[in-house]
């Protein structure tokens, strides 16, 4: 069971773009709880805001992975891919994202 503390510690750290300091607290976390949907989601996203591209890269398309109908993974995919300036590669995500909803 996921640390709730933890969590919404990690969380209040992303609200405040605070960015490394969510990844040091969500990456643990993640390790105890790998299948956990939300926790990973926002630890790609605290990634992307630490711009650790990779990281957050790695971890988009994990999500994607587990959950291919999920729009908003698409989304983050794209976008981490498209700031580390791999356009071409973005632009199938970017309209798997579209036709899934999750726009911009």
Same mark, same amino acid.
């Given at each position: 069971?996921?640390?709730?503390?933890?969590f919404?510690?990690?969380?209040?750290?992303?609200?405040?773009?605070?960015?490394?300091?969510?990844?040091?607290?969500?990456?643990?976390?993640?390790?105890?709880?790998?299948?956990?949907?939300?926790?990973?989601?926002? /630890?790609?996203r605290? $990634?992307?805001?630490?711009?650790?591209?990779?990281?957050?890269?790695a971890?988009?398309?994990?999500?994607?992975?587990?959950?291919?109908?999920?729009? $908003?993974?698409?989304?983050? /995919?794209?976008?981490?891919?498209?700031?580390?300036?791999?356009?071409?590669?973005?632009?199938?995500?970017?309209?798997?994202?579209?036709?899934?909803?999750?726009?911009?």
């Open positions: 069971m996921i640390d709730l503390l933890s919404e510690m990690a969380r209040a750290a992303f609200e405040e773009r605070r960015y490394t300091d969510a990844v040091s607290g969500l990456e643990p976390l993640l390790e105890r709880n790998p299948d956990d949907r939300a926790l990973r989601e926002l /630890l790609a605290s $990634y992307f805001g630490a711009a650790m591209l990779g990281k957050a890269e971890q988009a398309r994990e999500l994607v992975r587990r959950a291919p109908a999920d729009g $908003y993974a698409h989304l983050l /995919l794209a976008r981490s891919l498209e700031r580390q300036s791999r356009t071409s590669e973005a632009r199938g995500h970017r309209v798997m994202a579209h036709v899934l909803g999750a726009d911009d």
